[in-house]
């Protein structure tokens, strides 16, 4: 069982940076490769960036690349997502999640077993 906590979030102007952590409970957190995503109102859930159990290897969606950076920190079982050069498009509240299932493609979000309560951010034009 692994539970997770975002923090974080926030209103920035654009232009501006966040750093998003995600702290997990439980022994097993440095088992589980962990993705960000994010929803804005009315629209659906979306993929940001994801990172191995062994920190190894990341993905980002193409949205964000150049921009966010995904890191772990398997000690203090946290994850963490740096939001540099924010956007008004950015908006809405981000989630983290674990999955075991990540081989090739990113894990579809119905594939990731537990999943944080959110952290808002708010980019102001």
């Known amino acids: 069982q692994v539970q997770l906590v975002e923090s974080g979030g926030g209103l920035v102007q654009a232009g501006g940076s966040l750093r998003l952590s995600c702290a997990a409970s439980?022994?097993?957190?440095?088992?589980?490769?962990m993705g960000w995503f994010r929803q804005a109102p009315g629209k659906e859930r979306e993929f940001v960036a994801l990172?191995?159990?062994?920190?190894?290897?990341?993905h980002y969606a193409d949205s964000v690349v150049g921009r966010f950076t995904i890191s772990r920190d398997n000690g203090k079982n946290t994850v963490y997502l740096q939001t540099n050069n924010l956007k008004p498009e950015d908006t809405g509240v981000y989630y983290c999640?674990?999955?075991?299932?990540?081989?090739?493609?990113?894990?579809?979000?119905?594939?990731?077993?537990?999943w944080g309560q959110g952290t808002q951010v708010t980019v102001s034009s």
């Open positions: 990172i191995s159990w062994s920190g190894g290897r990341t």
């Open positions: 999640a674990a999955t075991r299932s990540w081989t090739g493609s990113p894990p579809a979000p119905s594939r990731y077993e537990y």
């Open positions: 439980g022994r097993a957190f440095s088992t589980y490769a």
